[in-house]
Nanobody
Framework: QVQLAESGGGLVQPGGSLRLSCATS????????MSWYRQAPGKERELVAT????????SYADSVKGRFTISRDNAERTVYLQMNSLKPEDTAVYYC?????????WGQGTQVTVSS
């Protein structure tokens, strides 16, 4: 059974940091591109960051470049999102996504709220 379990969300003040984790099971982690998406209330889900299956390539939304870092540990089957210099507009539910040519899997999401 495929599982993607996000953790690490919460309430943080503007300028603060959070580290999200997504622990996975049930599929060949090292053969999947991993991404973080987010969805704010009343908005469409948007791609935040992606990392290649080997970890050799990453890409980011313009809105988070220089502040967020995606990484992965293939031995631990886990992908991370380090979020620094958080802004109120980063408030959203953050979702973990695994994809290859054939399949796409989603986690249930973790809430991140940036507020003073």
């Amino acid at each position: 059974q495929v599982q993607l379990a996000e953790s690490g969300g919460g309430l943080v003040q503007p300028g603060g940091s959070l580290r999200l984790s997504c622990a996975t099971s049930g599929f060949t982690f090292s053969m999947h591109r991993m991404s973080w998406y987010r969805q704010a209330p009343g908005k469409e889900r948007e791609l935040v960051a992606t990392i290649a299956n080997t970890g050799a390539g990453t890409s980011y939304a313009d809105s988070v470049k220089g502040r967020f870092t995606i990484s992965r540990d293939n031995a631990e089957r886990t992908v991370y999102l380090q979020m620094n210099s958080l802004k109120p507009e980063d408030t959203a539910v953050y979702y973990c996504n695994a994809a290859n040519y054939y399949y796409v899997y989603w986690g249930q999401g973790t809430q991140v709220t940036v507020s003073s």
